[in-house]
C-alpha cells in the first residue's frame, strides 16, 4: 500500500489485527532490516519461532540479534513499549489525530476504538510525544512572523482578574503562547509562563537567525524582536492596519494568526480544557499537522509512525507508564 493512499478505510481492511499492524510497523521504522535497539546492529537479526518438537510458545513479533543476542521487538524503545492496547488500534488512533485538522478529544477516541477514557487519554498523549519536532538543527531563516496568543482560561474582565495577576485584564488565567513562523515553511510554538521582552529574547535568538527579515504586531512585549534582528517591520493592528506592501515585500503577520485560529478552533472547540502543564504536547500536536501540511493525511500518518522511536527515557520517567 502507498503511503498516501493510507486512510481509515484500508486501516480497517488492512490492520483488521495487532500482527497485521506490526508488520506494517516494522516495515515503516526498519526499511533496510531490522535494527537491534540494545547494540545497533541493522540487519543482523532473525525471527525467534517455535521449533517443530518444542511445546513452548513463542511470543508474536520477537527478533533475536545476530551481534549481541538479546532479543527484541519493534516496538522496544518506542510509545508503544509496555502497552496493552493492540497495535492495530495505535495506528487508527494515529491516523485519526493526524488526519483531524482541529484534533480529536480522548473522549472521542474511547468510543471510536473501544478502550477505556484513561487508555484513550494516555495514547493521545504519547501520540502527541511522538509528534514533538526535533529541536531545529539551523536557525529559521527569510521572512519570519512572531506572534504571541492567549488560551484558556475565564476571560475576566474588570478589575478582578488583574488583581489576581499582574497580568491585565482579560489575559489573566490564560496561558500564553509565542509562534514563531517561517513563511512558507515551518512553524514552532512555545508555551511561556509570562511573555516578557526578557523571556522572549533568548527563545528567538535561539530559533532565529539573525539575517532573518522579522514580522511583528506593535505589542511591546515584541520589542525583543528588534535585539534578535535588523530587519523587523511592524503592522500596527491597534489602527486597523494588517497588511501592506514595501518594496515589493508583504508585511503581515497574518500567516501566523491563521495559525493560531486553528489552534484556538482546536483548543476551544475539540479538547474544551487543557492544563497548562499539558499545553506544550498540544502545541507539538498543532505544529505537527502544519509543518506537514502539504502532505497527504496517509503520509503525515507514516511520518508520524516513524518518529514513535526513540521515545522510551522520558516515557520510563513518567507517571504514564503505571496506567497501562
Ligand atoms: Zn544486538
Redesign the pocket.
Known amino acids: 500500500m502507498e503511503n498516501e493512499k493510507l486512510n481509515l478505510s484500508n486501516i480497517a481492511a488492512h490492520f483488521s489485527d495487532a500482527e497485521k499492524a506490526r508488520e506494517f510497523l516494522e516495515a515503516q521504522r526498519w526499511p533496510e532490516g531490522p535494527i ?6 541493522l540487519d ?2 532473525y525471527r525467534l519461532e517455535a521449533k517443530p518438537d518444542s511445546k513452548k510458545a513463542v511470543r508474536k513479533g520477537v527478533w533475536k ?6 532479543q ?1 521487538t519493534v516496538t522496544v524503545g518506542t510509545i508503544f513499549a509496555d502497552s496493552h492496547i493492540p497495535l492495530n488500534k495505535w495506528l487508527f488512533a494515529i491516523h485519526l489525530l493526524c488526519a483531524s485538522k482541529k484534533g480529536m478529544s480522548a473522549h472521542q477516541i474511547h468510543r471510536m476504538l473501544g478502550v477505556t477514557y484513561k487508555s484513550a487519554w494516555f495514547m493521545m498523549h504519547r501520540i502527541r510525544y511522538a509528534m514533538t519536532q526535533e529541536p531545529l538543527s539551523s536557525k529559521l531563516t527569510g521572512v519570519i512572523e512572531v506572534d504571541e496568543t492567549y488560551i484558556g482560561g475565564k476571560l475576566r474582565t474588570g478589575t478582578q482578574g488583574a488583581r489576581r495577576t499582574d497580568r491585565p485584564a482579560g489575559i489573566a488565567n490564560k496561558a500564553a503562547v509565542v509562534s514563531v513562523l517561517q513563511r512558507d515553511g515551518r512553524v514552532q510554538s512555545r508555551h511561556v509562563e509570562k511573555v516578557t521582552a526578557e523571556n522572549l529574547k533568548p527563545m528567538l535568538r535561539q530559533m532565529i537567525d539573525e539575517d532573518a527579515h522579522l514580522m511583528t504586531d506593535t505589542s511591546t512585549v515584541l520589542k525583543a524582536a528588534d535585539v534578535v534582528c535588523v530587519k523587523h517591520d511592524r503592522v500596527n493592528h491597534t489602527v486597523k492596519e494588517y497588511v501592506r506592501y514595501e518594496n515589493g515585500l508583504c508585511i503581515t503577520t497574518n500567516a501566523v494568526e491563521g495559525y493560531f485560529a486553528n489552534l484556538k478552533r482546536g483548543i476551544n472547540g475539540v479538547y474544551h480544557f487543557v492544563g497548562k502543564q499539558h499545553l506544550h504536547r498540544y502545541l507539538s500536536e498543532f505544529d505537527f499537522r502544519y509543518n506537514s501540511r502539504e502532505m497527504k493525511d496517509g503520509e503525515r500518518t507514516v511520518m508520524a509512525i516513524k518518529q514513535t522511536g526513540g521515545k522510551r527515557l522520558m516515557l520510563r520517567d513518567s507517571r504514564e507508564r503505571e496506567v497501562f
Do not use: I, L, T
Open positions: 537491534c535497539p540494545h547494540c545497533g546492529e543482523n537479526a540479534c545476530g551481534g549481541c543476542r538479546e527484541f
